[in-house]
């Protein structure tokens, strides 16, 4: 594990797919959709499941996952507080669908939801980077996975010096995880 090396298992930063803060959900979901019709199928076995958000000068300053544009179908989800913290609370069902009426959640024609949310600018829903979502690209597999179980992330954002240079996915660490365990698991 010591021999592995997040660079070689890291998506390359213009393999990924990216945009602008001042883009909107709709152009990061094109954006999204590009990179999966282009993902070298031989390399990689997942998909794409976030969009990397960069600024006027081009540096990266957050990610858009699947969940953070499922919340930016409905602008009153930002009353309830911070999701991240939110999610780790265990509310039961009852209580989460009392929210959809407390709040009127999602209360509009689904297509008119859509519609809106399509162009909301992603800085205003996009997730904002920590300390603790980057690593070096010379860092090994072990160092990566405790930085994944530890932050319960899904990505990571590699890091050659102060420049990012690629995107480690949670899926491809599994994905050779899982190699390795039936390789050497296999009778």
Do not use: W
């Amino acid at each position: 594990m010591d021999k592995i090396l997040v660079k070689d298992l890291m998506v390359p930063l213009d393999e990924y797919a990216s945009v602008s803060h001042e883009a909107t959900l709709y152009d990061a979901v094109l954006a999204l959709e590009k990179a999966q019709e282009e993902i070298d199928r031989t390399r990689y076995s997942y998909l794409h499941r976030a969009v990397l958000v960069f600024d006027e000068n081009k540096k990266i300053v957050g990610k858009v996952s699947q969940l953070d544009a499922l919340r930016a179908l409905e602008p009153k989800y930002n009353q309830i507080g911070e999701p991240r913290s939110l999610s780790l609370a265990g509310f039961s069902p009852n209580f989460l669908k009392s929210m959809l009426e407390q709040y009127s959640l999602l209360s509009e024609p689904f297509g008119e939801i859509c519609r809106k949310a399509a162009q909301v600018k992603v800085k205003t829903f996009m997730y904002t980077l920590s300390e603790g979502e980057y690593l070096e690209e010379n860092a090994t597999l072990k160092e990566a996975i405790n930085q994944f179980v530890m932050g319960r992330h899904q990505s990571l954002l590699v890091k050659r010096g102060e420049t990012i240079v690629g995107v480690l996915r949670l899926t491809d660490v599994f994905k050779h995880v899982f190699q390795t365990m039936k390789t050497t698991c296999s009778i």
